[in-house]
């Protein structure tokens, strides 16, 4: 009858025998270091064959190596691997099994060492995703325990220190959202883990966000032709061009690609073959390796430039710049002159009470007598009473101050009040917050009012301006904000003094 015979130990002559060298040094919480069993795993005896034998504990070998292949699976959270240790043969009718001493030894000290890269902190970074021209998605993985905190870094130029983000927690993967980022820019980005105060960071990768890009109003209009502009914000773009129709939503769009212009970041191109008096819409968009942006729907009229030849209107000695919108055609600065029309002054210098009271025409300067005056009319015009609007003598001969009316008309076309205040501010002029992007041309500032009670308010913050339409013993106006990109409109008291912008006549 065949039957197992276990074996103690390997059969290794004394002379054959080497003990191990020394392991590396391992995190202290790898255990049996130092054990005995791993020193001097083997104990020689002689058979009463008179075989020599090299005995161990391998029960305790072999327990410290299932400790081992347990304590790895837990800290990779993988199903435990359990090796086979027992060598054996066939001697006639016997199956003669053996744990080696050595192997068991050798075993144990490559089972400590993995359990050590185990424990170890790694941190592998994943690419990118890219989310828009001023965002993206960063993720990542670490390994090892004790990690403290985790996150992210970046830079624009790997000449400087990555600037750390957020703390993402302890517990892996991990993931943030880059935002506020610029257009069409190399960031170069890691993550990393701390433990006991130390920081690991995975690789350095790149990320490109998509190119920044600005519809621009229509220009050069005529009853058949008409040029569309843009400009993009990006290191290096690998297309660029419009989209154009006679749908709004550009459901009937064509593409077509244009270029820059003098190697500038303007593009523009020109339309033919249009039908006059025809509504068109086009947006306009670039590419480059991390994707496709497009701006807003802007839309224009197939007919002559509102402004026909006119570039700019010389009027109480002051050159004004016009820009045409759409159907209309409007100074692109505020009003700044102390006369009407005809040559008579309007009353100024009032004091608080005089402003309040009175119901005749009246203009003034924010923070008039005040150190930044001077400053204030250069930049943001006068402000005028709706008295003085009402006259109908503010504007030059030829143009007038805008009804409430062609105002509508003039952010309708700019696509309604909650977004037309965007394509009206001029681009961060005033401060930080003013934000606008002004496609439309229009140029809009913040310079604030004179309230009824005199005094001045929101210079820097909101542009008041009025129109010539009255509401009962209010009168109608619009306000731009720097914080959002609305236009609001709203009713004032005729003695506020604000801004006012002149429109062609038709």
């Not at 083997?42 to 391998?58: H, P, Y």
């Not at 257009?183 to 995975?202: D, I, L, N």
């Not at 914000?233 to 989209?243: H, K, M, N």
Request: aromatic share 12%; net charge negative.
């Amino acid at each position: 009858m065949a039957y197992i015979k276990q074996f103690l130990a390997a059969f290794f002559l004394l002379a054959g025998f080497q003990m191990g060298t020394a392991q590396v040094e391992l995190d202290e919480q790898v255990p049996y270091q130092g054990d005995t069993l791993l020193t001097n795993p083997n104990q020689f005896r002689v058979t009463s064959a008179g075989d020599g034998l090299m005995d161990c504990d391998w029960p305790a070998m072999m327990a410290m190596i299932r400790d081992l292949e347990e304590r790895i699976a837990g800290e990779t959270e993988a199903d435990t691997t359990y090796g086979i240790y027992v060598s054996g043969d066939i001697n006639g009718n016997d199956l003669n099994m053996w744990y080696d001493c050595l192997v068991l030894r050798d075993s144990i000290e490559a089972l400590q060492v993995t359990y050590d890269e185990a424990l170890a902190t790694r941190v592998t970074v994943d690419a990118a995703v890219v989310l828009s021209d001023t965002s993206a998605a960063l993720s990542a993985s670490f390994s090892g325990s004790g990690v403290e905190a985790s996150g992210f870094a970046w830079a624009e130029d790997l000449t400087t220190p990555l600037l750390e983000g957020d703390d993402t927690g302890t517990t892996s993967p991990i993931a943030d959202t880059l935002t506020g980022l610029d257009a069409g820019t190399v960031y170069y980005f890691s993550a990393f883990a701390v433990k006991e105060a130390e920081y690991f960071y995975g690789d350095t990768l790149s990320l490109l966000t998509s190119p920044g890009i600005t519809t621009d109003a229509a220009d050069e209009l005529t009853a058949e032709s008409a040029t569309l502009n843009s400009t993009f914000s990006a290191d290096s773009i690998t297309a660029q061009g419009f989209v154009w129709g006679l749908q709004s939503d550009l459901s009937d769009g064509t593409n077509v690609s244009a270029d820059t212009t003098g190697g500038s970041t303007a593009i523009e191109y020109a339309l033919t073959g249009l039908t006059e008096d025809a509504t068109y819409y086009f947006s306009a968009y670039a590419t480059n390796a991390s994707g496709t942006t497009y701006g807003d729907s802007l839309s224009f009229v197939a007919q002559l430039a509102p402004c026909g030849d006119l570039t700019s209107v010389s009027y109480e000695g002051y050159d004004y710049d016009i820009v045409p919108i759409g159907t209309q055609c409007w100074f692109k600065e505020n009003l700044r002159n102390a006369n009407y029309n005809d040559g008579s002054a309007i009353p100024t210098g009032l004091d608080n009470a005089t402003w309040s009271s009175t119901t005749d025409g009246a203009v003034t300067v924010y923070d008039e007598g005040g150190a930044n005056a001077v400053a204030n009319l250069s930049t943001y015009g006068r402000l005028y009473n709706w008295y003085a609007v009402n006259t109908g003598n503010l504007c030059p001969t030829g143009w007038h101050v805008p009804t409430d009316e062609e105002y509508t008309t003039l952010t309708d076309g700019l696509g309604g009040l909650t977004v037309a205040g965007d394509a009206m501010k001029s681009s961060g002029l005033d401060s930080p917050a003013w934000n606008g992007t002004n496609s439309s041309g229009f140029s809009g500032l913040a310079g604030g009012v004179r309230g009824s009670d005199g005094d001045f308010y929101y210079g820097g913050v909101s542009g008041y301006f009025w129109s010539a339409s009255a509401n009962g013993s209010y009168a109608w106006g619009r306000r731009l904000n720097g914080v959002d990109t609305a236009v609001y409109r709203m009713s004032s008291y005729r003695p506020v003094g604000s801004s006012v912008r002149c429109v062609l006549d038709e």
